[in-house]
């Protein structure tokens, strides 16, 4: 009888840690999906300054403008991470045709305000990759444990969700076009 109950209370004890780990995978999984997303709003945040810059020596590229404007808007619309994926994708494709129109214009081009936010777009690429895979490895360590056992035992019956990865780089270049600038 004693040892029933002492494998009961090693099962409990067990039931708790392992609860207690899916929560503190849980954790870090929204802890990098904020640091995806304080990167995308720091991308974000730079755009009115580079639609400002690249507009005083392209005033009349209005649609390139419009579309960047549109794709901005829709992208913060959404917190989803599967369906912001495919905003942000359309944002880096229109931001990628206003970057463009540097080839077009050598005196944007050489502007130190254009070149300077150029570098920061750069380099908040560079975060947002690493943040990136940051959040994907978070969450593939989370759905190792909410998916096999004995983690799937604990997850199921207490409503662990299924956490959304983003597509890897190279999923997202076959659909999207690269946006990732030279300093």
Do not use: C
């Not at 009888?1 to 009961?8: H, Q, S």
Request: charged share 25%.
């Amino acid at each position: 009888m004693i040892w029933l109950a002492g494998g009961v209370v090693l099962l409990l004890l067990a039931a708790v840690v392992l609860y207690n780990q899916l929560i503190r995978a849980q954790v870090t999984v929204r802890q990098a999906w904020a640091q995806v997303d304080a990167q995308l709003q720091r991308r974000h945040d730079l755009v009115p300054n580079l639609v400002a810059t690249v507009g005083a020596y392209a005033a009349h590229e209005r649609d390139v403008f419009e579309r960047v404007t549109r794709a901005r808007r829709a992208a913060l619309s959404v917190t989803d991470p599967v369906t912001r994926q495919a905003a942000e994708d359309q944002f880096g494709a229109a931001l990628g045709g206003l970057l463009a129109l540097s080839e077009r214009y050598p005196d944007l081009k050489a502007d130190e305000n254009f070149r300077q936010l150029q570098a920061e777009l750069s380099a908040t690429e560079d975060r947002l990759a690493f943040a990136r895979d940051f959040a994907n490895d978070r969450v593939a360590r989370y759905r190792r444990l909410t998916d096999t056992i004995p983690g799937l035992l604990i997850a199921r019956p207490f409503g662990f969700p299924r956490e959304a990865m983003f597509a890897t780089d190279d999923e997202r270049a076959r659909h999207s076009p690269d946006v990732r600038l030279g300093g």
